[in-house]
C-alpha cells in the first residue's frame, strides 16, 4: 500500500484523499490547520507551518511521494526535500505557477498564447509604466492571488494613478506583478489534462466557467462553445502540460474572445479566439464537475497516477448538460450563522429533483465567499441545468432568509 503526502488540507485533498482510499492507497495529510477538511478524513495529519523544515522531513520520511492540492504552499522549502522523495507536480512546477511573473513568462517564451502583459518590479515601476500600457488593463500582484484576490481592473491611465496614490493600498509597499491587456471576453473555459509517469496523458471534457465578483459560481459541462473549439483547447491544454513536464494534473483556464487583440498573442478558431488565462497544477475547482459528469473523475484521475493505475480517457456519461455551483459562505451567514459548526439548511433538497448531488466541506467557519461546498444539477439542455442550479440557490436563500426571520 502506497503513503501519499497531500500539501494541504482544503476540499481539494478531501476529495484527493478519498480517491486514494479507494484505489487501496493511504494518506498523510500536512497543513496548518488541524480542522482543514482533510485532516479530519484521515488517521494521521500533521499541523505545522509551512516552513518548518522538522515537520515536513518527518512527512517525507512517512511517504513514498508527495503530492500538493493549492499553489500557496512554500516551494522554498520544498527544494531540498524533493531528492528524498518524489513530489508530483515538481517544484519546479509548483514555483512557476504561484508565480504570475513566471508563468506569463513560460508562456511567452513556450510560445503559449497569453494576453499582452508587462512586468512591473514595484509600485514605483508601476507608475512608470501608466504611460506606456494598453489600457483597459488589470493589475496582477505575481504572488498569492485566487478567486479575484491581488487583480485589479483599471479602465484609464486616471484609475492606475489614482490606485497608487490612495494610502489604503498597503499592498502597494511590496508589489511586484503584471500589467495585463483585458481581453474582450466572450466565454472562460478550462481543461484539466492528467499526465502519468509512463503513458500518454487524457484531456477532460472542456467545462464553462462562470464567474460572479471573480469568485467561480458555476461550471457547465459540456461546455457551449463549437466542437471544433473544444477540440483546440484541449489540444493547447495537452501541449502546455507537456512544456511545463507535469506528472500529475494541470488545469489550463483561458480566455476565449469573438475579438482579434492587436497585442495579445491568441490562438483562432472559427473566429473564436483563445488566450491561456492561467495554470493549476492540481485538482481544480471546476474539475469538481466531474465526479458527475465524466466516466473518471479529476480526483480519480490523479489517484491512479500517484498510486501507478493506469488512466483512461474521461468521457462523459450522459447526452444531457451537469451545472456545478458553488456554495458559498453568505448562504450560512444568511442563515444566522455566526460561530463555529453552523449547518446548512438543505430542506429545499425534496422540491428540486434535478439537483443529484451536493457536497459539503465540513468547514468549521462560515465566512463570506469562502467556498463551503458545491452541488451539481443534471438538465437534458444547458438552459435547463443552469436554471434548475439557480432556482437551488435561490430556495437555499430563501430558507436562509426565513430561518433568520422566524
Given at each position: ?6 500539501l ?5 485533498g ?6 486514494i482510499f479507494?484505489l487501496?492507497?493511504n494518506?498523510?495529510?500536512y497543513?496548518p ?7 479530519q478524513?484521515?488517521?494521521q495529519a500533521?499541523?505545522?507551518p509551512?516552513?518548518?523544515f522538522?515537520?515536513?522531513n ?5 511517504c513514498d511521494l508527495?503530492?500538493?492540492?493549492f499553489?500557496?504552499?512554500e516551494s522554498?522549502a520544498l527544494v531540498a526535500l ?13 514555483k ?7 508563468e506569463?513568462k513560460?508562456?511567452?517564451?513556450n510560445?503559449l498564447?497569453h494576453?499582452?502583459?508587462m ?15 494598453n489600457y483597459p488593463?488589470i ?9 479575484g484576490k491581488?487583480q485589479?481592473?483599471?479602465a484609464?491611465?486616471k484609475?492606475?494613478?489614482a490606485?497608487l496614490?490612495?494610502?489604503d493600498?498597503y ?11 483585458r481581453?474582450?471576453l466572450?466565454a472562460?473555459v478550462s481543461c484539466?489534462v492528467a499526465?502519468?509517469?509512463q503513458?500518454p ?8 466557467n462562470i464567474h460572479t ?7 457547465i459541462?459540456p ?5 471544433k473549439?473544444?477540440?483546440?483547447v484541449?489540444e493547447?491544454?495537452?501541449d502546455?502540460a507537456?512544456?511545463?513536464n507535469?506528472i ?9 474572445s469573438r ?7 491568441g490562438v483562432?478558431c472559427?473566429?473564436?479566439?483563445i488566450?491561456?488565462?492561467e495554470?493549476?497544477p492540481r485538482?481544480?475547482n471546476?474539475g469538481?464537475?466531474?465526479m458527475n459528469?465524466?466516466?473518471?473523475s479529476?480526483?480519480?484521475?490523479l489517484?491512479r497516477i ?5 488512466l483512461?480517457?474521461?468521457w462523459?456519461?450522459?447526452e444531457?448538460?451537469f451545472c ?9 451567514l ?6 463555529f459548526?453552523a ?12 439537483v443529484?448531488d451536493?457536497?459539503?466541506y465540513g468547514?468549521k467557519e ?8 458545491h452541488f451539481?444539477t ?12 439557480r432556482?437551488f ?12 426571520n422566524i
Amino acid at each position: 500500500m502506497k503513503q501519499v503526502g497531500i500539501l494541504g488540507g482544503g476540499q481539494l485533498g478531501m476529495l484527493l484523499t478519498n480517491s486514494i482510499f479507494r484505489l487501496g492507497g493511504n494518506v498523510i495529510v500536512y497543513d496548518p490547520d488541524p480542522l482543514a477538511p482533510a485532516c479530519q478524513h484521515v488517521k494521521q495529519a500533521i499541523n505545522s507551518p509551512w516552513l518548518n523544515f522538522e515537520a515536513l522531513n518527518y512527512l517525507f520520511d512517512l511517504c513514498d511521494l508527495v503530492t500538493w492540492e493549492f499553489e500557496n504552499v512554500e516551494s522554498a522549502a520544498l527544494v531540498a526535500l524533493e531528492n528524498v522523495k518524489p513530489i508530483y507536480p515538481n517544484v519546479k512546477v509548483l514555483k512557476t505557477a504561484q508565480d504570475r511573473v513566471m508563468e506569463k513568462k513560460f508562456m511567452l517564451a513556450n510560445s503559449l498564447p497569453h494576453a499582452n502583459f508587462m512586468v512591473a518590479e514595484s509600485a514605483g515601476h508601476l507608475r512608470m509604466q501608466a504611460d506606456h500600457t494598453n489600457y483597459p488593463c488589470i493589475i496582477k500582484t505575481a504572488r498569492g492571488g485566487y478567486d479575484g484576490k491581488g487583480q485589479f481592473a483599471v479602465a484609464n491611465r486616471k484609475e492606475l494613478i489614482a490606485l497608487l496614490d490612495n494610502p489604503d493600498n498597503y499592498w502597494l509597499e511590496t508589489f511586484s506583478g503584471i500589467i495585463e491587456e483585458r481581453i474582450d471576453l466572450e466565454a472562460e473555459v478550462s481543461c484539466i489534462v492528467a499526465r502519468p509517469m509512463q503513458g500518454p496523458e487524457v484531456a477532460f471534457p472542456i467545462f464553462e466557467n462562470i464567474h460572479t465578483e471573480h469568485i467561480l459560481d458555476m461550471t457547465i459541462c459540456p461546455a457551449r462553445i463549437p466542437a471544433k473549439v473544444q477540440q483546440k483547447v484541449s489540444e493547447i491544454a495537452v501541449d502546455a502540460a507537456k512544456k511545463l513536464n507535469v506528472i500529475g494534473l494541470l488545469t489550463v483556464e483561458f480566455f476565449l474572445s469573438r475579438t482579434k487583440s492587436n497585442t495579445s498573442i491568441g490562438v483562432e478558431c472559427d473566429g473564436w479566439y483563445i488566450y491561456i488565462n492561467e495554470f493549476a497544477p492540481r485538482p481544480h475547482n471546476s474539475g469538481h464537475v466531474s465526479m458527475n459528469a465524466c466516466s473518471m473523475s479529476q480526483f480519480d484521475a490523479l489517484a491512479r497516477i500517484l498510486l501507478g493505475v493506469p488512466l483512461s480517457t474521461p468521457w462523459l456519461v450522459s447526452e444531457g448538460t451537469f451545472c456545478m455551483t458553488n456554495l458559498l459562505g453568505d448562504i450560512w451567514l444568511a442563515q444566522g450563522a455566526t460561530a463555529f459548526g453552523a449547518d446548512l439548511d438543505v430542506r429545499s433538497l425534496t422540491e428540486h429533483p434535478q439537483v443529484i448531488d451536493m457536497v459539503l466541506y465540513g468547514k468549521k467557519e462560515a465566512r463570506a465567499k469562502r467556498k463551503m461546498g458545491h452541488f451539481v444539477t443534471y438538465g437534458e439542455t444547458a438552459d435547463s441545468a443552469v436554471t434548475a442550479a439557480r432556482n437551488f440557490k435561490q430556495a437555499l436563500l430563501s430558507r436562509a432568509r426565513t430561518q433568520v426571520n422566524i
